[in-house]
């Protein structure tokens, strides 16, 4: 791995901030100083910044906050997808990173990203039954008996089995927050159109105990926490 790839990867800097320090004298590479940014690292390399040791992590988990309009996916032709939104010297050294619960094109919100297989698969198994917070527009006020059957379960189209109960909180008439455990296809808007209801707008907030940052920005990702992690998987 490049010199300047390593320092953007393993420290809060960019890859062009990266560069300054090494230009300036920074950074040394098994005792001594590196100035030449396109140097590659033997994999036994000890590289130290500012006289801290920098330490390439093993498995990645990132939360992400997905705009609109953004396809959940690693590979489209036709379509942007989530990994155009994080900078390429992550994706070249993470080349296993992957979605662990993928949302719609037109919803936002929490999207997680790792290359964690085994993290993931308890993430999204169905058997975990992991919940999931969403804030939900809707096209008409809620009434108490939509919420009731929300909360029963309902029948989805061409689905025979009941959803499992759901919790509903509601913020404004045409505006709830609705919990599910489970991630069928399209899964929340068509609990709401079988329960008689549209939705307008779907943002996830929340998978287990992982909260979306309020200080990220759409677009914007940072790393998980080991709280955050354990909470998920």
């Known amino acids: ?26 950074v040394e590479v098994n ?3 590196w100035k030449d940014t ?8 000890q590289v130290m910044l500012e006289g801290e040791r920098l330490i390439l992590k093993g498995e ?22 989530v990994l155009d939104l994080l900078p390429a010297e992550l994706t070249e ?5 992957h979605i662990a619960g993928r949302l719609d094109a037109d919803t936002t919100g929490l999207l997680l990203l790792t290359t ?11 058997k975990t ?17 939509t919420i009731a059957a929300l909360e029963a379960g309902v029948i989805l189209h061409q689905d025979p089995k009941p959803t499992k109960p759901a919790q509903v909180k509601v913020l404004e008439p045409r505006l709830i927050e609705l919990t599910i455990s489970e991630g069928r296809y399209h899964q929340v808007k068509r609990m709401l159109a079988a329960a008689g209801n549209h939705v307008e707008a779907l943002h996830r907030q929340s998978i287990g105990g992982i909260v979306l940052d309020s200080a990220l920005q759409p ?4 790393e998980l926490s080991e709280k955050e992690i354990a909470s998920a998987g």
């Open 93 to 97: 050294v993470a080349r296993n990173l």
């Open 38 to 45: 396109g140097k590659h690292l033997s994999a036994d390399a």
């Open 1 to 26: 791995m490049r010199l300047d790839q390593f320092i953007a990867t393993t420290s809060p800097l960019s890859r062009k901030e990266a560069k300054r320090a090494i230009h300036a004298g920074n």
């Open 129 to 145: 039954q992991c919940p999931k917070t969403y804030r939900v527009n809707l096209s008409t006020p809620i009434l108490d008996s």
């Open 60 to 81: 990645r988990y990132l939360m992400l906050n997905k705009p609109g309009g953004i396809v959940s996916a690693t590979r489209d032709s036709e379509h942007p997808i």
């Open 31 to 33: 005792g001594e100083v």
């Open 219 to 222: 677009g914007e990702y940072r």
């Open 116 to 126: 964690d297989g085994k993290w993931s698969h308890r993430v999204t198994s169905p």
